[in-house]
Nanobody, 129 residues
Framework: QVQVVESGGGLVQTGGSLRLSCAAS????????MGWFRQAPGKEREFVAA???????????YYADSVLDRFIVSGDNGKHTVDLQMNSLKPEDTAVYYC???????????????????WGQGTQVTVGS
């Protein structure tokens, strides 16, 4: 049984930084994509960032325009873990952040929730103004 667990959320002031971590266990597929999404109250879940590996050494990162140059996604292919370093945080970054894993590794539709097979419970990120 696949389990996805996020950690690292919290309260931070505008301009501050937070690092989210995610670990997936029970994963049987060797090539995959791990993604981060977020959902603010009253809004749809939106893509934040994703990472996939074409082989053990080469990783590809993807970002939403709203977080480009502020967030950095990284991970460990062998351990099925992914981190999201969030810098220069803004109040509009406030949301519940979800980590997810997909058995797809082709990079296509990495920004669409239905691409992902397993999801974590989410972790709250609040950015104070």
């Amino acid at each position: 049984q696949v389990q996805v667990v996020e950690s690292g959320g919290g309260l931070v002031q505008t301009g501050g930084s937070l690092r989210l971590s995610c670990a997936a266990s029970g994963v049987s597929f060797s090539r995959y994509t791990m993604g981060w999404f977020r959902q603010a109250p009253g809004k749809e879940r939106e893509f934040v960032a994703a990472i996939r590996w074409s082989n053990e050494a080469t990783a590809y990162g993807y970002y939403a325009d709203s977080v480009l140059d502020r967030f950095i996604v990284s991970g460990d292919n062998g351990k099925h873990t992914v981190d999201l370093q969030m810098n220069s945080l803004k109040p509009e970054d406030t949301a519940v952040y979800y980590c997810a894993i997909s058995a797809r590794s082709d990079g296509a539709e990495h920004n669409i929730p239905r691409t992902y097979d397993y999801w974590g419970q989410g972790t709250q990120v609040t950015v104070g103004s």
